[in-house]
Protein backbone atom coordinates (compact mmCIF):
# COMPACT_ATOMS: atom_id res chain seq x y z
CA UNK A 1 0.00 0.00 0.00
CA UNK A 2 1.17 3.42 -0.64
CA UNK A 3 2.33 5.57 2.79
CA UNK A 4 0.84 8.66 3.52
CA UNK A 5 1.24 11.55 5.18
CA UNK A 6 -0.23 14.02 7.56
CA UNK A 7 -0.01 16.51 10.37
CA UNK A 8 0.54 14.59 13.61
CA UNK A 9 -2.06 16.99 15.35
CA UNK A 10 -4.78 20.26 14.19
CA UNK A 11 -7.19 22.28 16.52
CA UNK A 12 -10.42 23.90 15.10
CA UNK A 13 -12.87 25.90 16.88
CA UNK A 14 -16.48 24.67 17.22
CA UNK A 15 -18.70 25.99 14.12
CA UNK A 16 -15.99 26.38 12.01
CA UNK A 17 -14.56 24.34 8.95
CA UNK A 18 -11.86 21.59 9.66
CA UNK A 19 -9.65 21.07 6.58
CA UNK A 20 -7.28 17.96 7.56
CA UNK A 21 -4.46 17.27 4.92
CA UNK A 22 -3.08 14.48 3.34
CA UNK A 23 0.31 13.91 1.11
CA UNK A 24 0.03 10.47 -1.00
CA UNK A 25 2.40 11.43 -3.39
CA UNK A 26 3.22 7.52 -4.35
CA UNK A 27 -0.15 6.71 -4.60
CA UNK A 28 -1.18 4.27 -7.89
CA UNK A 29 -3.67 4.70 -10.48
CA UNK A 30 -6.35 2.17 -9.28
CA UNK A 31 -5.43 3.12 -5.43
CA UNK A 32 -8.47 5.32 -3.51
CA UNK A 33 -8.30 7.43 -0.88
CA UNK A 34 -10.07 6.42 2.37
CA UNK A 35 -10.48 8.52 5.38
CA UNK A 36 -11.54 6.87 8.72
CA UNK A 37 -11.95 8.45 12.22
CA UNK A 38 -11.26 7.11 15.71
CA UNK A 39 -13.13 9.01 18.87
CA UNK A 40 -11.50 7.80 21.66
CA UNK A 41 -11.28 4.12 22.72
CA UNK A 42 -13.79 3.22 20.00
CA UNK A 43 -13.21 1.32 16.67
CA UNK A 44 -12.84 3.45 13.60
CA UNK A 45 -15.58 4.83 11.74
CA UNK A 46 -15.92 5.18 7.75
CA UNK A 47 -15.89 8.34 6.44
CA UNK A 48 -15.55 8.71 2.66
CA UNK A 49 -13.45 7.56 -0.12
CA UNK A 50 -13.01 8.72 -3.83
CA UNK A 51 -11.08 8.10 -6.40
CA UNK A 52 -9.93 11.13 -8.38
CA UNK A 53 -13.03 13.50 -8.27
CA UNK A 54 -14.50 15.30 -4.93
CA UNK A 55 -16.50 13.81 -3.42
CA UNK A 56 -19.51 14.64 -0.17
CA UNK A 57 -21.68 12.88 2.46
CA UNK A 58 -23.44 13.69 4.81
CA UNK A 59 -20.33 13.66 7.10
CA UNK A 60 -17.73 15.36 4.90
CA UNK A 61 -16.19 16.23 1.76
CA UNK A 62 -13.01 14.83 0.03
CA UNK A 63 -11.01 16.82 -1.72
CA UNK A 64 -8.51 15.16 -4.35
CA UNK A 65 -5.77 17.24 -6.30
CA UNK A 66 -6.17 17.11 -9.89
CA UNK A 67 -2.47 14.37 -9.71
CA UNK A 68 -4.28 12.68 -6.87
CA UNK A 69 -0.89 13.53 -4.55
CA UNK A 70 -2.41 15.12 -1.99
CA UNK A 71 -6.36 15.51 -0.62
CA UNK A 72 -8.09 17.21 2.04
CA UNK A 73 -10.71 15.76 4.12
CA UNK A 74 -13.42 18.66 5.59
CA UNK A 75 -15.64 18.76 7.83
CA UNK A 76 -17.87 21.49 7.38
CA UNK A 77 -19.14 22.51 10.62
CA UNK A 78 -17.11 21.00 13.34
CA UNK A 79 -18.54 20.21 16.67
CA UNK A 80 -17.10 19.02 19.80
CA UNK A 81 -17.65 15.36 18.94
CA UNK A 82 -15.85 15.74 15.73
CA UNK A 83 -12.91 15.59 18.07
CA UNK A 84 -10.71 12.30 17.03
CA UNK A 85 -7.74 10.87 15.15
CA UNK A 86 -8.52 10.68 11.16
CA UNK A 87 -6.80 7.89 9.32
CA UNK A 88 -6.26 9.11 5.46
CA UNK A 89 -4.98 5.47 4.16
CA UNK A 90 -4.40 4.26 0.22
CA UNK A 91 -5.97 1.22 -0.93
CA UNK A 92 -5.98 -0.80 -3.84
CA UNK A 93 -9.53 -1.08 -5.34
CA UNK A 94 -9.89 -4.73 -6.28
CA UNK A 95 -8.87 -7.68 -3.91
CA UNK A 96 -9.07 -8.35 -0.36
CA UNK A 97 -6.65 -5.96 0.44
CA UNK A 98 -6.06 -4.75 4.25
CA UNK A 99 -6.37 -1.42 5.27
CA UNK A 100 -3.12 -0.50 6.73
CA UNK A 101 -3.48 2.47 9.25
CA UNK A 102 -0.43 5.16 9.91
CA UNK A 103 -0.55 7.73 12.88
CA UNK A 104 -2.97 9.78 11.65
CA UNK A 105 -4.10 13.38 12.70
CA UNK A 106 -5.48 14.16 15.92
CA UNK A 107 -8.05 16.80 15.37
CA UNK A 108 -9.01 18.46 18.62
CA UNK A 109 -12.42 20.90 17.90
CA UNK A 110 -11.76 23.85 20.79
CA UNK A 111 -15.28 25.44 22.04
CA UNK B 1 -23.93 -0.32 16.59
CA UNK B 2 -22.19 -0.52 13.96
CA UNK B 3 -23.57 -4.01 12.90
CA UNK B 4 -20.25 -5.59 14.31
CA UNK B 5 -20.69 -6.85 17.82
CA UNK B 6 -17.70 -7.87 20.73
CA UNK B 7 -17.47 -9.37 23.64
CA UNK B 8 -16.47 -8.89 26.39
CA UNK B 9 -15.82 -5.21 25.95
CA UNK B 10 -13.02 -5.46 28.92
CA UNK B 11 -11.51 -8.16 30.07
CA UNK B 12 -8.60 -8.45 32.47
CA UNK B 13 -6.76 -12.17 33.29
CA UNK B 14 -4.03 -13.52 34.27
CA UNK B 15 -0.91 -14.26 32.82
CA UNK B 16 -1.59 -18.09 32.74
CA UNK B 17 -5.48 -18.07 31.70
CA UNK B 18 -7.10 -19.05 28.78
CA UNK B 19 -10.05 -16.84 27.76
CA UNK B 20 -11.49 -15.60 24.04
CA UNK B 21 -12.40 -12.90 22.17
CA UNK B 22 -15.84 -13.03 20.18
CA UNK B 23 -16.98 -10.76 17.37
CA UNK B 24 -20.19 -11.15 15.09
CA UNK B 25 -21.44 -9.43 12.20
CA UNK B 26 -25.20 -9.66 10.68
CA UNK B 27 -23.96 -7.45 7.87
CA UNK B 28 -23.36 -10.08 4.92
CA UNK B 29 -19.83 -9.71 5.02
CA UNK B 30 -17.20 -12.21 3.94
CA UNK B 31 -14.55 -10.78 5.33
CA UNK B 32 -13.29 -10.32 8.67
CA UNK B 33 -9.96 -9.01 10.42
CA UNK B 34 -8.51 -8.84 14.04
CA UNK B 35 -6.54 -5.57 15.01
CA UNK B 36 -3.91 -4.52 18.08
CA UNK B 37 -3.99 -0.83 19.14
CA UNK B 38 -1.70 -0.76 21.72
CA UNK B 39 -1.72 2.82 23.43
CA UNK B 40 -0.11 5.56 21.96
CA UNK B 41 0.17 3.52 18.54
CA UNK B 42 -1.48 3.11 14.99
CA UNK B 43 -3.54 0.19 14.62
CA UNK B 44 -1.69 -3.49 13.50
CA UNK B 45 -3.38 -5.84 11.59
CA UNK B 46 -3.08 -9.71 13.08
CA UNK B 47 -5.12 -11.55 11.42
CA UNK B 48 -7.31 -11.67 7.87
CA UNK B 49 -10.00 -14.32 7.00
CA UNK B 50 -11.75 -14.54 3.50
CA UNK B 51 -14.87 -16.60 2.82
CA UNK B 52 -13.67 -18.37 6.58
CA UNK B 53 -10.42 -19.37 5.18
CA UNK B 54 -7.32 -17.27 6.89
CA UNK B 55 -5.32 -15.49 4.29
CA UNK B 56 -3.03 -13.39 6.36
CA UNK B 57 -0.75 -13.67 9.93
CA UNK B 58 1.30 -10.98 10.33
CA UNK B 59 3.38 -12.81 12.46
CA UNK B 60 1.28 -13.10 15.27
CA UNK B 61 2.64 -14.79 17.86
CA UNK B 62 1.18 -18.75 18.58
CA UNK B 63 -0.07 -17.21 22.12
CA UNK B 64 -2.83 -15.79 19.96
CA UNK B 65 -5.01 -18.30 17.85
CA UNK B 66 -8.09 -17.18 15.85
CA UNK B 67 -10.72 -19.15 14.58
CA UNK B 68 -13.60 -18.16 12.36
CA UNK B 69 -16.27 -21.55 12.27
CA UNK B 70 -18.35 -19.15 9.46
CA UNK B 71 -18.27 -15.91 7.98
CA UNK B 72 -20.22 -14.46 10.55
CA UNK B 73 -17.86 -15.20 13.73
CA UNK B 74 -14.70 -14.54 14.68
CA UNK B 75 -12.89 -15.60 17.84
CA UNK B 76 -9.36 -15.07 19.07
CA UNK B 77 -8.35 -17.62 21.63
CA UNK B 78 -5.80 -16.04 24.19
CA UNK B 79 -3.26 -18.48 26.42
CA UNK B 80 -0.43 -17.60 28.37
CA UNK B 81 -0.38 -13.81 27.53
CA UNK B 82 2.38 -11.03 28.41
CA UNK B 83 1.60 -7.89 30.34
CA UNK B 84 3.25 -6.40 26.74
CA UNK B 85 -0.38 -7.76 25.26
CA UNK B 86 -2.62 -5.60 27.13
CA UNK B 87 -4.49 -3.23 24.55
CA UNK B 88 -7.75 -3.01 22.79
CA UNK B 89 -8.02 -5.63 20.15
CA UNK B 90 -10.61 -4.82 17.33
CA UNK B 91 -12.54 -6.66 15.18
CA UNK B 92 -13.53 -5.54 11.28
CA UNK B 93 -15.59 -6.73 8.37
CA UNK B 94 -15.61 -5.62 5.16
CA UNK B 95 -17.57 -7.54 1.71
CA UNK B 96 -14.67 -8.04 -0.10
CA UNK B 97 -16.16 -9.10 -3.27
CA UNK B 98 -17.58 -5.71 -3.80
CA UNK B 99 -14.67 -3.01 -4.10
CA UNK B 100 -15.58 -0.09 -2.95
CA UNK B 101 -17.06 -0.96 0.81
CA UNK B 102 -14.79 0.02 3.22
CA UNK B 103 -14.51 -1.70 6.69
CA UNK B 104 -16.79 -1.81 9.48
CA UNK B 105 -15.21 -2.27 13.19
CA UNK B 106 -16.78 -3.21 16.37
CA UNK B 107 -16.27 -1.39 19.40
CA UNK B 108 -13.34 -3.55 20.85
CA UNK B 109 -12.06 -5.55 23.42
CA UNK B 110 -10.13 -3.71 26.01
CA UNK B 111 -7.68 -6.56 27.27
CA UNK B 112 -5.08 -6.18 30.35
CA UNK B 113 -3.08 -8.92 31.33
CA UNK B 114 -2.11 -9.13 34.87
Redesign the interface.
Known sequence: DAKTTQPTSMDCAEGRAANLPCNHSTISGNE?V?W?RQIH??????II?GLKNNETNEMASLIITEDRKSSTLILPHATLRDTAVYYCIVRL????Q???????TRLTINP | ETGVTQTPRHLVMGMTNKKSLKCEQHLGHNAMYWYKQSAKKPLELMFVYNFKEQTENNSVPSRFSPECPNSSHLFLHLHTLQPEDSALYLCASSQESVPYYGYTFGSGTRLTVV
Not at chain 1, 98 to 104: D, P
Open positions: YYYSQGPQYHIQGAKLVFGQG
